[in-house]
């Protein structure tokens, strides 16, 4: 592996949980500690007050609150819709100023990777292109993602000098290759035809592009002939995120929701094992998101008997008594990496957070002082929360609304741990039974189906007595039939 790849702490010999710049890498067990040795289990959640004086590998940057498309999932929620005026109206703007960005970027120490997303670089070319200069002016490998729903030439004013200074990945989003499905799931009937424009774009002019697709009940059964599909134009770059609902007004009214977390594994598995066979790929990221009670006890927490302690409170979870857990597994303890929404923050002048699924804030920035000082109200602080909950991932009952981390299955429990701590790197993942995939994909397509003309909810609703996909997909067909005589 090129050690450019990697992205490790330079202070410490800590486990670094972000994912390699490029290429695909299953570690070795050895590679791979256990929870108590990966994550810290102590760390002060007000200490140090600035985060100039603490190393932090990577910064995901938003700075632009502004979108062509309106996809119905955004994690951005409903952020992107306001006018310039309503977001004066709170204190707020739409666009990070320049020297604001600098300042952002200065008051961190230690970073080696500079991640911009817009929310969409394209919206604003020149001040996109002078952010991934001034990263570059930094030493900063860089990269970038868009939804390319843009002509060619407002690309390369965006990119094109990033692309030929080195910038080391363009990430384009689709979540599918069927027209109906993306542009459903981009809010925009011109999404997907533009896109494609531009991932030709990329691949005539060898930029070094990944698709990224979002995972939703909608897309599900679409997304490995997408992914063939892409590979067959010439694509190398692949990664997989499940769509959740934390930053969405009304998830149900565009048929969004967290697939189920078995049919998330599945997909995964049916990824990796195409994906084995083609030794071409450039990167390929998969995240586990949930684990089986054996990647707990070898993987995730890595001791016996601290996931027997941990299935006993997750026991107590569910039987509604109080309890701690035992052991910390959320990789945001160690400040790895920030997002930086630069627009937020009690003043508006930027916020940052620890992951950005979890929807709390660690630090804010103080134009005077030009530093992110840590929050020091215990209610505010976001890694207090996270310390505090009672879910190995603390984004869990934000993402799946669930009240544990068990997700019951047909092939056994799953659990919630973490978006980030298995992505690429079990180095033993389990495996399920090669004929629930197609089941899985039988019962999303009706599920597709289905939200065309009714809620999530209550397709759930139909389904929540079945124990199967099979099951399930007879049940809602029957359902189906019966609503549209
Ligand atoms: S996804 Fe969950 S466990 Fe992972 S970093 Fe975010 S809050 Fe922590």
């Given at each position: 592996m090129d050690s450019a790849d990697r992205i490790t702490w330079q202070r410490s010999e800590t486990y670094s949980p972000l994912q390699l710049r490029s290429g695909t890498h299953t570690p070795c067990p050895s590679e791979f500690p256990p929870a108590r040795k990966r994550v810290?289990?102590?760390?002060?959640?007000?200490?140090?007050?600035?985060?100039?004086?603490r190393e932090i590998l990577r910064v995901t940057y938003q700075g632009d609150d502004r979108c062509q498309l309106r996809c119905p999932g955004c994690f951005t929620g409903e952020r992107l819709t306001a006018t310039p005026q309503e977001a004066a109206l709170d204190g707020g703007r739409k666009s990070v100023p320049h020297d604001e960005f600098v300042g952002h970027l200065d008051a961190f120490s230690g970073l080696q990777d500079f991640f911009l997303i817009?929310?969409?670089?394209?919206?604003?070319p020149g001040g996109s292109a002078a952010k991934l200069r001034h990263a570059d002016e930094r030493g900063l490998p860089r990269m970038s993602i868009t939804n390319g729903a843009v002509s060619v030439r407002r690309f390369e004013d965006t990119f094109g000098e990033a692309l030929d200074s080195g910038l080391y990945k363009i990430n384009i989003s689709i979540d599918s290759m069927d027209p109906a499905v993306h542009n459903q799931l981009r809010g925009r009937s011109f999404a997907l035809a533009r896109t494609l424009e531009i991932v030709r774009h990329c691949l005539r002019r060898k930029a070094p592009l990944k698709i990224q697709f979002t995972v939703w009940p909608s897309n599900y059964s679409t997304i490995v002939s997408s992914v063939e599909e892409l590979y067959a134009m010439g694509v190398r770059g692949f990664a997989f995120h499940a769509g959740s609902v934390e930053g969405v007004a009304d998830p149900d009214r565009h048929g969004l929701a967290h697939v189920d977390p078995l049919a998330w594994r599945l997909l995964v598995q049916q990824l990796a094992d195409w994906g084995k066979e083609r030794p071409d790929l450039e990167h390929f990221n998969l995240p586990y998101l949930v684990f089986t009670e054996r990647e707990l006890r070898t993987?995730?927490?890595?001791?016996g008997e601290e996931t027997d302690a941990y299935l006993e409170h997750v026991h107590q979870m569910e039987a509604g008594r109080e309890s701690a857990k035992p052991v910390h597994v959320c990789p945001a303890l160690a400040v790895p990496q920030v997002y930086v929404f630069?627009?937020?923050?009690g003043s508006g002048h930027g916020q940052v957070s620890?992951?950005?699924?979890?929807?709390?804030?660690?630090a804010d920035y103080q134009p005077d002082t030009r530093e992110w000082r840590v929050i020091q109200d215990p209610e505010r602080n976001q890694m207090q929360q996270m310390l505090d909950s009672p879910h190995l991932c603390p984004a869990t009952p934000g993402a799946y609304g669930s009240v544990s981390d068990r997700f019951p299955t047909e092939a056994g429990d799953l659990f919630a741990a973490c978006r980030?701590?298995?992505?690429?790197?079990?180095?033993d993942p389990s495996r399920f039974p090669e004929d629930l995939y197609p089941q899985a994909v039988d019962f999303y397509a009706l599920v597709a189906q289905g939200v065309k003309t009714q809620p999530f909810s209550r397709i759930l609703r139909v389904c929540a007595h079945e124990e199967s996909f099979a099951a399930k997909t007879r049940t809602l067909a029957v359902h189906l039939v019966a609503e549209a005589d």
């Open positions: 810290s289990q102590n760390p002060d959640p007000y200490r140090p007050t600035t985060l100039k004086d817009g929310a969409e670089p394209t919206m604003d993987e995730v927490i890595g001791d630069a627009n937020d923050g620890l992951c950005n699924i979890h929807p709390g804030a660690y980030y701590v298995g992505s690429n790197q079990m180095p």
